[in-house]
């Protein structure tokens, strides 16, 4: 979303100023261009060299302005930013802002932009929580600016409450799904599982296996970052859900699992089936630990039901997609699989191979097609994998109206 963007990066007198040349730092790093003007008091909490290093480019500060000049140059960067930032906003700014004031370079090139306004307030939280600051955030609103909510916690100025910038990296996060939002996936509901499932056999011991998430997850963030409605269903995993979900629902077990699918599915324009659902599950759960001494050794399991398999069999116009783990035979395998359980496509994950697989940050796919199809995808990190998945889903979609 950010990538070969202009953004427009206002800096005020905040001393969450610092935190903004972080931010520069990660937009720069998502392939966004980045202009900074500070303001006279941003000037006087972060030198305009630091900003100038990191961004890579002049910082326009109103602090040796040649009025004849400024003029001009503030409505061409004003026409040239795709996306303007204000981050951090003090309370004089929104208020200037909301009054439409334009007495210094920021606010008359905000006041002449056409560009998605974000702002992002950091401020002491009696200055924040005030009716007159809270009457101007609200006036921001009503004129289609975007302002996110301070995070809670410690402030600067020694008080607890509403008024801490958040973290640059949270930020960033944000920003892919507010600009994402009338991505190509706008008013789609995506249903996505991930993880493992967990099936205890006493109350400290469990069958589960190696997958961690992340192919599930990335999928759910990129989906996010493309304007879609994600409702996750995640097995455990070590990772934090991603910013912006429609639902989340944490389960443990195959059956957990079963239920919350066959409870939402039929909302879903498109499933993916990423979970590594384990296929099978202790007869009995013994609820109490089970000792060593005179254990029989023996675990009767029970089938798991196969949840990909039953909503192959309801799907009426749903995208359905499945993933597949193999050690041999793996493209007939997972032909057979596609057809089985009624698939768009599945996604095949041939174990033997190095940098494929369940832990790791990268994958190596064979997508098949239920045309017969079969397209061979270099190995890459899981997060780019989301998206060629994505790009190919959207394709579905786009057949699906057409017919
Ligand atoms: O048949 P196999 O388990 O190899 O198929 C893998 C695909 O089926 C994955 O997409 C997985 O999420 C799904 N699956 C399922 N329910 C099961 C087993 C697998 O939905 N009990």
Known sequence: MLNDKFVALGVTGSIAAYKSVELVRLLKKAGARVQVIMTKSACEFVKPLTFQVVSQNSVITDMFREPSFWEVEHVALADKADIFLVA????????????????????STLLATKAKIIVIPAMNVNMYENPITQR????????????????EGELACGYTGKG??????????????????????????????????????DPVRFITNHSSGKMGYALAEKA????????LISGPTNLDPPLGLYKYISIETAEEMFRAVMEYYLEADVIIKSAAVADFSPKHRESEKIKKQGFNMN???????????????????????????????????????????????????????EGAGFA???????????????EELPKMLKKELADEILNRVYLYLQQNRTF
């Open 88 to 107: 951090p906003a003090t309370a004089n700014i929104i208020a200037k802002i909301a009054a439409g004031i334009a007495d210094d370079m920021l606010t």
């Open 224 to 231: 996010i970052h493309r304007g879609a409605d994600v409702i």
């Open 299 to 353: 675990i009767k399991l029970n089938k798991n039901p196969d949840i990909l398999q039953e909503l192959g069999n309801r799907k009426k116009q749903q995208i359905l997609i499945g993933f597949a783990a193999e050690t041999s035979n793996a493209t007939t395998n997972a032909q057979d699989k596609m057809k089985r359980k009624n698939l768009d496509f599945i996604v095949l994950n041939d174990l033997t191979q």
């Open 164 to 201: 801490r910038f958040p973290e640059p990296r949270d930020i960033l996060e944000q920003l892919n799904i507010v600009l994402g939002k009338d991505g190509d996936f706008k008013n789609k509901k995506l249903l996505i599982t991930a993880g493992p499932t967990r099936e205890p056999i």
């Open 360 to 374: 790791g940050d990268t994958n190596i796919v064979r997508i098949l097609h239920k045309d017969g199809r079969i």
């Open 136 to 151: 101007n955030i609200k006036s921001l609103r009503t004129n289609g600016i975007t302002v996110f909510e301070p995070e």
